[in-house]
Nanobody, 120 residues
Framework: QVQLVESGGGLVQAGGSLRLSCAAS????????MGWFRQAPGKDREFGAA????????YYADSVKGRFTISRDNAKNTVYLQMNNLKPEDTAVYYC?????????????WGQGTQVTVSS
């Protein structure tokens, strides 16, 4: 069983930056791809970014491409999401998740989420 805990959310002005972290415990993330998803009020959860187990491949939603960067430190069992040039429409609860492959539809493990609020 993998437990995921997100941190780093908060309130930021438009144009600002935040760095989210996702720490795993219970077992290592060995072999797992990791993803970041987000859910805004009244909207469905949507894919944001994903990274393969060794970090050689990354994937981004069009809405965040060029502004967000996903990375991981397997020695620390931690995944990051660097978010730059934030926009009010980025306001959402952000979740990290783990799965055998980066782009599969259903991820196996989920964190509890961290709130990101971007003011205009």
């Amino acid at each position: 069983q993998v437990q995921l805990v997100e941190s780093g959310g908060g309130l930021v002005q438009a144009g600002g930056s935040l760095r989210l972290s996702c720490a795993a415990s219970g077992r290592t993330l060995s072999g797992y791809a990791m993803g970041w998803f987000r859910q805004a009020p009244g909207k469905d959860r949507e894919f944001g970014a994903a990274i393969s187990w060794l970090g050689r491949s990354t994937y981004y939603a069009d809405s965040v491409k060029g502004r967000f960067t996903i990375s991981r430190d397997n020695a620390k069992n931690t995944v990051y999401l660097q978010m730059n040039n934030l926009k009010p429409e980025d306001t959402a609860v952000y979740y990290c998740a783990a799965a055998p492959t980066p782009l599969q539809k259903n991820y196996d493990y989920w964190g509890q989420g961290t709130q990101v609020t971007v003011s205009s």
